[in-house]
């Protein structure tokens, strides 16, 4: 008798297929965490994640078509813009999965004064309206991290 349960034969194509996916998935997390700027935020939790810091995640939805022109204009005038800001930690844009016109874009800085200050600041002040001029619709939520 066999010690483990045999396959079907008519599904290996499956099994293969979750492997795969499973491959793909740790060799897609294993690159970002490699390619990650030092000092950055790591998703296991650095010390800089146990400090208290607020975040702000900015929901958008762009006009027809813009999409594009928001990836570029986050990495071409949004990120130059926030780096240099006392007390930035982190800044990711994310595009939801089944809506290509939805974006997100989270940003964490260690306390509220120092968004803020960001909020005030001449390099938002110039790099924020052209993120506006491709969204229809823009929300945010703030949030305190606590762990």
Not at 36 to 49: N, R, V, Y
Not at 91 to 114: A, C, G, N, P, V
């Amino acid at each position: 008798m066999a010690r483990y349960p045999s396959l079907p034969l008519d599904k290996p194509q499956r099994v293969w297929g979750n492997r795969r996916s499973l491959l793909r998935i740790f060799g897609i997390g294993a690159t970002t965490l490699y390619l990650a700027e030092p000092g950055s935020p790591k998703p296991w939790g650095d010390a800089s994640q146990s400090e208290p810091s607020v975040q702000l995640h900015i929901s958008i939805e762009t006009k027809p078509g813009k999409g594009p022109e928001l990836e570029r204009l986050y990495h071409s005038a949004y990120v130059p813009a926030i780096k240099g800001q006392p007390g930035f930690l982190s800044s990711r844009l994310l595009r939801h999965y089944e809506f290509t016109s939805k974006y997100e874009i989270d940003i964490s800085f260690r306390s509220e004064k120092q968004r803020a200050a960001w909020a005030q600041s001449q390099e938002h002040q110039a790099a924020w309206p052209k993120i506006q001029e491709v969204g229809e619709k823009i929300s945010w939520e703030g949030f305190d991290v606590l762990a």
